[in-house]
């Protein structure tokens, strides 16, 4: 199975309009299928298994693996100084290729960040007994927030 997987990751790499998102034919679906059909025949193993199955799974590994990498520091070696050997993984380094073509997307969810200029100081002041605490809010200007 890792011999199929590496003659697929090489005929995809002589592809780029199946992985390069920069590639102005990456889009166009006639020539995308064209491109899976021919490697299809070459690997001999059916085009929807190779493109929906396949691929799908090796670039999701790559991910996962490359997260396990640590990021770039400053002063670190250009721009593709991931070390290669940060990952067991067999096909890892076969990947590279698509490295640039993943984003790293920040996780979001349903709770909002407070940032610095938008809290208002507030005038807090806490007694010697914990019971009593008593909390100016702050004072604004008629219309300032209508």
Request: with cysteine; glycine share 2%.
């Amino acid at each position: 199975m890792s011999a199929i997987n590496e003659e697929l990751i090489a005929a995809i790499f002589k592809k780029p309009c199946l992985w390069d998102q920069q590639n102005k034919l990456f889009h166009n679906r006639q020539i995308n299928n064209r491109n899976w059909n021919e490697i299809s025949n070459e690997l001999n193993v059916d085009a929807m298994v190779l493109k929906k199955k396949k691929w799908k799974q090796l670039r999701d590994t790559f991910r996962a693996e490359l997260r396990k990498c640590p990021p770039d520091r400053s002063g670190d070696a250009g721009p593709h100084s991931v070390n290669e050997k940060c990952s067991q993984w067999s096909h890892f380094e076969s990947m590279m290729f698509i490295k640039d073509q993943i984003k790293c997307r920040q996780s979001s969810g349903n709770l909002s960040r407070q940032k610095n200029n938008e809290v208002q100081d507030m005038n807090i002041n806490i007694d010697e007994d914990v019971n009593n605490v008593d909390i100016e809010a702050p004072q604004y200007e008629e219309n300032e927030y209508v």
